[in-house]
């Protein structure tokens, strides 16, 4: 498969004229929750090698922000988005852009440009808007899949557990720079209660084992409280911490200091 997936890149190169500076992994491959059915969702970044244009405040009707491409088996799902809107969000602090950059699973990178890129993310990037991300992704899909529903997805348990891991794990730690995405390995590192890791653990190996459908079960009430439950909490957590952490992290400064790098890095591309 990563033989079709340099193949398409190198296509993509030619049909629009770019350079791509990365492509990775962004769905259940990345988390541990792929089954034999798991599709695979790339995410990545490029530029253009017309610099011509990055030269106008204003973008051409005819300029290119977006590729996106699936194949006729819908097995490979591309999305690669142009560095100027990359920076962009990195600068907010995308949570979407961050994980994408700091890919465990990557299938073509021009590693000396995304080290530099990695580096200022790790140094520059808060954890405070991460969490409230992953909290607001976890209470999202629970009102909508979860909350008095008689059948649930497996997916959707097991997507609202990895939000919540991935944001207790950066409660309870500070380094973005050690955040494990694999989600059974989240949750036997974080501070859980010994029901709530064993139900995790459960719904994990049960979408793992998926191997056709839907993947619909009954609802697990146990299961549905605990979340709800471990919400609330999180959500608790956060702001008691939250004033402290953007004090300790000096956001202002920081934000100045990362936009600055980002842009070294944008005019060294496109130069």
Not at 239 to 244: A, F, G
């Amino acid at each position: 498969m990563e033989k079709t997936i340099q193949e398409l890149i190198r296509k993509m190169e030619e049909q629009y004229n770019i350079t791509v500076l990365l492509c990775c992994e962004a769905g259940s491959r990345e988390w541990g929750l792929d089954n034999p059915n798991s599709d695979y969702d790339i995410r990545g970044f490029f530029y253009h090698n017309d610099k011509s244009a990055y030269m106008t405040a204003i973008d051409s009707p005819d300029s290119v922000e977006q590729i996106d491409f699936m194949s006729k088996d819908r097995i490979i799902d591309f999305s690669l988005w142009d560095i100027k809107k990359m920076f962009k969000l990195l600068a907010k602090s995308n949570p979407s852009i961050l994980e994408w950059a700091l890919s465990t699973i990557v299938y073509y990178e021009k590693p000396t440009e995304m080290e530099m890129i990695r580096n200022v993310i790790l140094k520059y990037t808060c954890r405070v808007p991460l969490i409230y991300h992953y909290l607001n992704m976890s209470r999202r899909n629970y009102n909508r899949f979860i909350k008095n529903q008689m059948r649930v997805k497996i997916k959707k348990y097991a997507y609202i557990i990895r939000a919540q891991v991935t944001a207790l794990w950066l409660i309870q730690n500070s380094q973005i720079s050690q955040l494990n995405k694999n989600v059974q390995d989240l949750i036997k590192k974080v501070q859980l209660p010994k029901k709530t890791r064993k139900l995790f653990d459960q719904v994990v190996v049960l979408k793992k084992q998926q191997k056709s459908g839907l993947g619909i079960i009954n609802s697990i009430s146990d299961l549905d409280q605990v979340l709800s439950d471990l919400q609330g909490d999180l959500f608790t957590q956060i702001e008691k911490k939250r004033n402290q952490i953007l004090k300790d992290y000096e956001i202002e400064k920081k934000t100045q200091n990362k936009i600055k790098f980002f842009n070294k890095i944008f005019f060294d591309l496109i130069n």
